[in-house]
């Protein structure tokens, strides 16, 4: 029971701030979904024609990076068949001398890939020009 001091000094009403809070998130919620509702209306359904043709894409795509994967990893893996016969054949190579190999090897590749985006890049300078 609220004494009379409590009730004259409003002690015992809820807190303004929680109602206030607790309505304010109904309202931004309201509006939230109102919002998604507005915006679900924009939403056109593709046609039997545009699904077929963005599968028939994808699946193309899908088969065109197998394949480059495919061949990638055929090219990696003979070359670590290669390297492991080497290996074979010079027991006196040590780790040091394989370690070197694949740093020469991440040095051409970046060598080539510089070459590469230098290249593109003067063309692409000259185009604009």
Do not use: C, Y
Not at 74 to 102: Q, R
């Amino acid at each position: 029971m609220a004494t009379k001091a409590t009730i004259a000094s409003g002690d015992d009403r809820p807190d303004k701030r929680l109602i206030g809070g607790v309505t304010g998130q109904w309202n931004e919620f309201t509006t939230f979904l109102s919002d998604v509702r507005a915006e679900m209306r924009k939403v056109v359904t593709p046609s039997r024609k545009e699904v077929q043709s963005t599968t028939t894409v994808v699946i193309i795509a899908v088969f065109i990076f197998g394949l480059f994967f495919f061949v990638v990893d055929a090219i990696f893996s003979s070359g670590m068949n290669w390297l492991l016969k080497e290996m074979e054949k010079h027991a006196d190579l040590t780790l040091m001398d394989l370690l070197n190999l694949f740093k020469f090897g991440f040095v051409l590749g970046g060598v080539i890939i510089a070459i590469w985006l230098v290249v593109r890049w003067s063309k692409s300078v000259r185009h604009t020009h």
